[in-house]
């Protein structure tokens, strides 16, 4: 299912009047993730879930490169400049369409990551391994499936979290993820293409936000960022690690609303 020319991503539409929002989920997520902020968003935003390349119902890559992704999410924008969220993964493809396309963003929220590479992803290549192994072909129910990720996935939400992307179709059980090419490239997904961006800045507002429980976001990150996004205001979520906006849905709402315009 691979993509060499422009490529169309799935997205959901919900609002129909107020500025444009755009959301762009993490790493084994899909647009749906932000569902329940995007809906509460949705009386005075028009908001627009996007599922990123390689996840949910939108095409696959040949490879898996920050900025080409960028290039894709920004093509789906439009003339007028949006708000633009992401998270993790999908925080830094964001990152990425404010540095190369600033004309398209309004302003930029960054969730629980920053613009630098991180030096391990092992968990995540546990993840897709565990996932790989998985015979779909003998698999007779979702529950079936949930019970053999059960012991190398211990964490019942997590479990929940990697089996959205389990689909069963007229020809049986599939990954909607590019499992392979993830699992490829994760030091790619981890990193961050500096040498790529070369000087570029953004100088629209940003909000990063981060999980006081969270080691995605610290101190020494805070440099690169402002020199990235010199007008950025930084806050941390009590009680939330990686996942801010799900563990703290209305605390992550009430500060992504005072930033929106």
């Excluded at 633009?84 to 309004?106: D, F, N, W, Y």
Aim: glycine share 10%; proline share 5%.
């Amino acid at each position: 299912m691979g993509e060499t020319g422009a490529v169309s991503l799935h997205r959901t539409e919900l609002g129909r009047t107020g500025p444009r929002v755009v959301f762009c989920h993490g790493l084994f997520g899909q647009g749906r993730n932000w569902t329940q902020v995007a809906k509460a968003l949705s009386t005075e935003h028009r908001v627009t879930l996007l599922d990123m390349p390689n996840h949910g119902r939108s095409p696959w890559t040949e490879s898996f490169d920050y900025v080409a992704l960028a290039d894709l999410v920004a093509a789906e924008l439009g003339e007028e400049p949006v708000a633009l969220v992401g998270h993790s993964m999908g925080g830094k493809i964001a990152m990425c369409v404010a540095l190369r396309h600033p004309g398209l963003v309004e302003r930029l929220a960054v969730v629980d990551v920053a613009p630098v590479a991180y030096p391990s992803g092992r968990e995540f290549v546990g993840y897709i391994e565990t996932m790989r192994s998985l015979d779909l072909s003998a698999l007779g129910s979702r529950a079936e499936a949930e019970e053999a990720l059960r012991e190398a996935v211990p964490s019942s939400v997590v479990r929940s979290f990697l089996l959205q992307n389990l689909r069963r179709t007229d020809d049986g059980w599939h990954w909607q993820l590019n499992l392979e090419l993830l699992g490829e490239s994760m030091d790619g997904l981890t990193g961050w293409p500096a040498e790529q961006l070369g000087e570029a800045s953004y100088d629209g507002p940003v909000l990063w936000v981060g999980g006081a429980d969270s080691d995605y976001i610290s101190d020494e990150h805070a440099a690169e960022m402002d020199r990235r996004f010199p007008r950025n205001r930084r806050v941390l979520v009590k009680g939330a690690g990686h996942w801010v906006h799900s563990e703290q849905p209305e605390v992550f709402l009430e500060v992504l609303r005072r930033f929106l315009p």
